[in-house]
């Protein structure tokens, strides 16, 4: 492998490992375009939590290759699953489970993080817990600090998934609607792409969209009008008005563009979030995923957000691809009984 990024966090940082009575877990994560791997404790602290990006990789095809991706996560997650342990200053001899996310994503590139585990789970005679990735998403603030009574509202937006669930407990989400075409960063990622930004469009949306001057808001037109009980998201409309505008107006300033479009972007994620919370009176609420690492975003949560109004939403590390999400919420599975066999298998869809 000739280009990569590795990175690794302990968030929060704790670097001695408590012993005697504590679930010491191994959260593996191969879903899409990230190796990871992560140990957490008692579902909460974070010992270790180590993510190799394969985005290097993919870059020159403006999205995720899945073969590329397969290969990439199987010549990397043994060594990270050492540096896990290692930096976590644990063997595997003192984990109480292993976990892995075995749905949504890409087929090939689940089973290489879900074998990881079963090899584990039957060599070392512990649990084997295959994670839910949405769901393991919107846990990750809870390895934070954060509390937040069930029922909640999880607001889940990354490259692959918009969706809207009521989380009534763990393992009991409701989903109340979801993106009826492209997902919000794949909107990003799109956008960028025919602007000729690079990829992956977020960040560098974001970064770009600081610097206009001239603060219109283009594409509010094609805000949705509220209807209660309509909870779907929907991305092709702003993405071809986009490209229109940018067809009929060549010379205007990209910064401008950009914008406007992720005004309008985040606004819809806004919107249905705060209809959702008002019309079903459930004041908390996550947003998690990808796209939640954006700093707009959350200035407009807060802008909106009433009083009363809870919204958390983790720290950019983890909103974006990780293990310890997976780690942390598989504590709560093996806290109930709820284990996999070694015959579990992996999904492409929740
Ligand atoms: O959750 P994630 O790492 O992977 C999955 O899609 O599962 O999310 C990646 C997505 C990409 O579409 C990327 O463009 C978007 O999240 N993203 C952002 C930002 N950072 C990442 N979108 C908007 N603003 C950002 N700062």
Redesign the pocket.
């Known amino acids: 492998m000739t280009s990569n990024s590795t990175r690794s966090s302990s968030a929060p940082l704790n670097s001695s490992p408590k012993t005697s009575g504590a679930a010491i877990g191994l959260g593996l994560e191969s879903s899409?375009d990230?190796t990871a791997a992560a140990i957490v404790v008692d579902g909460r602290t974070v010992l270790s939590n180590c993510i190799y990006s394969q985005i290097d990789l993919h870059r020159d095809y403006a999205g995720v290759v899945p073969e590329i991706a397969s290969r990439a996560h199987l010549e990397i997650i043994n060594g990270l699953i050492a540096r896990a342990l290692a930096e976590a200053g644990v063997g595997f001899g003192d984990l109480a489970y292993v976990a892995s996310t075995s749905r949504p994503g890409l087929v090939g590139s689940l089973l290489i993080g879900l074998q990881s585990a079963k090899a584990i789970a039957f060599a070392r005679g512990i649990p084997l817990v295959a994670v839910n990735h949405l769901e393991a998403h919107l846990y990750a603030p809870f390895l934070e600090g954060h509390e937040l009574a069930h029922p909640y509202l999880g607001l889940l937006v990354?490259?692959?998934n918009t969706a809207l669930y009521e989380v009534a407990g763990v393992g009991d989400l409701r989903l109340l609607g979801r993106t009826t075409d492209d997902a919000a960063?794949?909107a990003?990622?799109k956008i960028s792409k025919f602007l000729g930004l690079g990829y992956?469009?977020?960040?560098v949306?974001?970064r770009i969209a600081r610097t206009a001057r001239e603060r219109r808001r283009i594409f509010a037109k094609i805000l949705p009008e509220p209807r209660p009980d309509d909870y779907r998201f929907s991305y092709s409309g702003i993405k071809t008005a986009v490209i229109n505008h940018l067809r009929q107006h060549p010379d205007e300033k990209t910064e401008e563009i950009v914008y406007a479009f992720q005004e309008t972007a985040l606004e819809i994620l806004v919107r249905r979030l705060y209809a959702a919370a008002r019309g079903r009176g459930i004041p908390r609420m996550v947003v998690a995923?990808?796209?939640a690492?954006?700093g707009r975003l959350r200035e407009l949560l807060e802008e909106h957000r009433l009083p009363d109004e809870t919204v958390v939403i983790p720290s950019p590390v983890l909103c974006?691809?990780n293990a310890a999400m997976v780690a942390g919420l598989a504590y709560h599975y093996v806290a109930s009984g709820r284990t996999d066999s070694l015959e579990t298998d992996v999904h492409a869809r929740a």
């Open positions: 899409c990230e990354s490259g692959g960063g794949e990003f990622d992956p469009g977020g960040p949306i974001e995923g990808g796209v690492s954006n974006t691809d």
